[in-house]
T-cell receptor, first 114, second 115 residues
């Protein structure tokens, strides 16, 4: 069955520290992969996506993610976290059926200490 | 409008009542999606429209849930005989085309509470 696992429910980092959010997936073929961010009172915003090609993808707000087929992972990284990055982050897979039928992980809530 | 608009933003209803949730997609977007997000979970796919037709309704949990998009723009999600387990945030998203490699833009959601 297709699924997405985000092992960390909550993560707390200090402002300026580096960040890595983990995502593992189970999918029948090479999926399309996405990271979304959800801030309080805001809709889901797409940070970045991977379809094919270069396995290191750059996104908005200084985020990047690396697709590792051998590990079925698509971890999100940021070298230096800002207080405004505090939010909930969702990894998602899917879209290979020709439309955005996405399977989301349960999310990782990020807190940033000043 | 500039983004996907969902109304109402909050809805409280009594168990057994009927509710309608509205989604105004971004103008010109032909693809429209409904997702449901329960507390502490990621969004779950409910239904996908391409134009006026429901191309995939495999995520609708049971026959109490129904969605329409009669003119290929605004969509309404309808829930009959609501149950407390229906309490969740209902998200709508739209994209310019149906392709899975196009970005889907999400609205802020309707928080439904069934008491």
């Amino acid at each position: 069955a297709q699924s997405v696992t985000q092992p960390d429910i909550h993560i707390t980092v200090s402002e300026g520290a580096s960040l890595e959010l983990r995502c593992n997936y189970s999918y029948g073929a090479t999926p399309y992969l996405f990271w979304y961010v959800q801030s309080p009172g805001q809709g889901l915003q797409l940070l970045l996506k991977y379809f094919s090609g270069d396995t290191l993808v750059q996104g908005i707000k200084g985020f990047e993610a690396e697709f590792k087929r051998s590990q079925s992972s698509f971890n999100l990284r940021k070298p230096s976290v800002h207080w405004s990055d505090a939010a909930e982050y969702f990894c998602a897979v899917g879209g290979t059926g020709g439309y955005n039928k996405l399977i989301f992980g349960a999310g990782t809530r990020l807190a940033v200490h000043p | 409008g500039a983004g996907v608009s969902q109304t109402p933003s909050n809805k409280v209803t009594e168990k057994g009542k009927y509710v309608e949730l509205r989604c105004d997609p971004i103008s010109g977007h032909t693809a429209l999606y409904w997702y449901r997000q329960s507390l502490g979970q990621g969004p779950e796919f409910l239904i996908y429209f391409q134009g006026t037709g429901a191309a995939d309704d495999s995520g609708l949990p049971n026959d109490r849930f129904f969605a329409v998009r009669p003119e290929g723009s605004v969509s309404t999600l309808k829930i009959q005989r609501t149950e407390r387990g229906d309490s969740a945030v209902y998200l709508c998203a739209s994209s310019p085309l149906g392709g899975g490699n196009t970005e889907a833009f999400f609205g802020q959601g309707t928080r439904l509470t069934v008491v």
